[in-house]
């Protein structure tokens, strides 16, 4: 298996249909397996050794591994086995290739990787650094490693311990997500503490289920050169309340089902009650600024909820709260943005306005549904193309000859019901 190729060249055969820039994860162990971290990985693994890995803990070749690394791509990609596949990071600059050996029907792709150079993207790039590098640093004297995902409750430990190995200090902040930042300024802070010398390298190990996360720091801690680990705790994590944690209400329904009036009259109610910080994210708005440009077709409808997820997940990063109105007829793409909200520690309330398509196309005054039937509008979504109603709403609206405001009061009770407003 061996280091993982370096070189600096892109092949000239990945043109930009060919490319792909991997998820917050996929990225995190893809800078691990670049960096020889993951050693002896070479790249993302295939079908047999996901298998194998999933109900031994090992490789298929039987080499102990504690967890599927592994890389998915949508069922529409391009790519094949025989391929080359540039990924990229979210900026869009390359960073590795790979050499793709399996596809299989799921979306798992599979291969060695090769770097195009050092990664440049997320925080802390001084401080992300190889392990054959900081292995040399070393010069030959014994290590200390001391694995982070939390503050250390205990430096008096770690002292005690490297006195009696004559080992150096190196302290690894496993930096992933919104708590990264944290844990790199409580390894920096421990470093002014601890005997002089200790050294502060990060390393983007992305948590696991708490046995495979502690094999997987013991693999890393070795990788750097540790003749001695130390995992520090994790940490005690309590949510704030929900009136000052971030929050998504997201609205999905037909077009005319009332979900944009019922979104305006919420941030209405809200900013009058006061207390929030209220950003309103309507579909058609959204439509002519942020996602100019864009078609109706099923590909460009699931950007601009893309779009418009990404956006409302920025608002509640930092407090906010976030209201959107579009018709987002996949689950799929829902679930997206779902998954965006709840990665940076906000909530995420679903509310379906459930007003059926015969009350939605009776109303129809915007003239969209009779130009759909006279076939002037191609996939119109509840006539030529589906609507997929979501199961896991948290409220369900019929607004069908319901007030407005008796509407909107029921979205006030659940927010003020889960805490989200008083």
Known sequence: MGNVERTAVAPENAGPDLSWTPDARELADLELLLGGAFGPLTGFLGSADVASVTENGRLADGTPWPDPVTLYLPHDHPVSAGDELVLRDPEGAGLAVLAVTERTADGLVAGPVRSLGAAEHGPFARLRRP???????????????????????????????????????????????????????????????????????????????????????????????????????????LPGPPHRRGLVVFFTGLSGSGKSTIARCLRDALLERGGRTVTYLDGDVVRRLLSAGLTFSRADRDLNIRRIGFVAAEVARHGGL??????????????????????????????????????????????????????????????????????????AIDTTGVPVDRAVESVVRLLETGGWVR
């Open 322 to 395: 976030a209201i959107c109105a579009p018709i987002a007829p996949y689950a799929a793409t829902r679930d997206e943005v779902r998954h965006m909200v709840e990665e940076v520690g906000a909530d995420f309330l679903l509310v379906h306005v459930s007003t059926p398509l015969e009350e939605c196309e009776r109303r129809d005054r915007k003239g969209l549904y009779a130009k759909a039937r006279a076939g002037l509008i191609p996939e119109f979504t509840g006539i030529s193309d589906p609507y997929e109603e979501p199961g896991d709403a948290d409220l």
């Open 131 to 237: 392990p054959a590098e900081v292995r040399a640093e070393a010069g030959g004297r014994p290590v200390l490693a001391v694995t982070m995902r939390g503050p250390l409750d205990d430096l008096g430990e770690i002292t005690a311990t490297a006195q009696e190995l004559d080992a150096a200090i190196l302290l690894l902040p496993l930096a992933f997500g919104e708590s990264g930042p944290g844990v790199v300024r409580a390894a920096l802070k421990a470093r002014d503490r601890l005997p002089a010398g200790t050294r502060v390298v990060v390393a983007p190990l992305a948590p696991r289920e708490p046995e495979i996360d502690l094999e997987l720091r013991e693999h890393l801690a070795t990788a750097y050169g540790a003749t001695e680990h130390l995992a520090g705790p994790e940490p005690v994590t």
